[in-house]
């Protein structure tokens, strides 16, 4: 016995198909509305070189999600973002980050030590805001894990 095969849509609702979501992507223009501007990446943190100090970690996860870190080469910041499914990293006592997600376990520097991770934390451009000044770091700029300020 020949199956049925479904009927095609006709064109009739195939056509107000296409003219009903082309009015609702361009319902923002016609009203008027202003598309959203892009977002600055650049975080200006309260911290300094000097309030950092040697050996400082600051915890700025719910400001951008990364930490600051302070170490004998330098400055640099390392996204608190998970490698494995996006969950934030938090600091444990000092010495490493864990992921409270599916356990994976990086080092200060953002190397997995532990999966089920595999790739390393991003580093993040950090800059000064005028000599002395706070602390930038620009999340739209991935550097290379060995680069301090
Ligand atoms: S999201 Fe971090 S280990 Fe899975």
């Given at each position: 016995m020949p199956k049925a095969s479904p009927e095609p849509a006709s064109p009739g609702r195939r056509s107000f198909c296409i003219l009903a979501c082309a009015a609702v992507a361009l319902a923002p223009l016609s009203l008027g509305a202003e598309a959203p501007a892009p977002q600055d990446p650049r975080r200006v943190t309260p911290e300094t070189r000097a309030s950092l100090g040697k050996g400082g970690i600051k915890d700025f996860r719910k400001q951008g999600g990364f930490y600051l870190i302070a170490d004998g080469g330098g400055i640099y910041a390392v996204s608190?973002?998970?490698?494995?499914?996006g969950c934030s990293v938090l600091l444990e006592e000092g010495r490493s980050f864990g992921c409270p997600c599916h356990d994976s376990e990086y080092d200060?520097?953002?190397?997995?030590?532990?999966?089920?991770?595999r790739l390393p934390l991003k580093h993040f451009h950090v800059s000064e805001q005028?000599?002395?000044g706070p602390l930038v770091v620009d999340l739209g700029r991935v550097v290379d894990p060995h680069v301090r300020f």
């Open positions: 608190s973002i998970c490698t494995h499914n200060l520097q953002g190397n997995v030590l532990q999966g089920p991770a005028g000599p002395g």
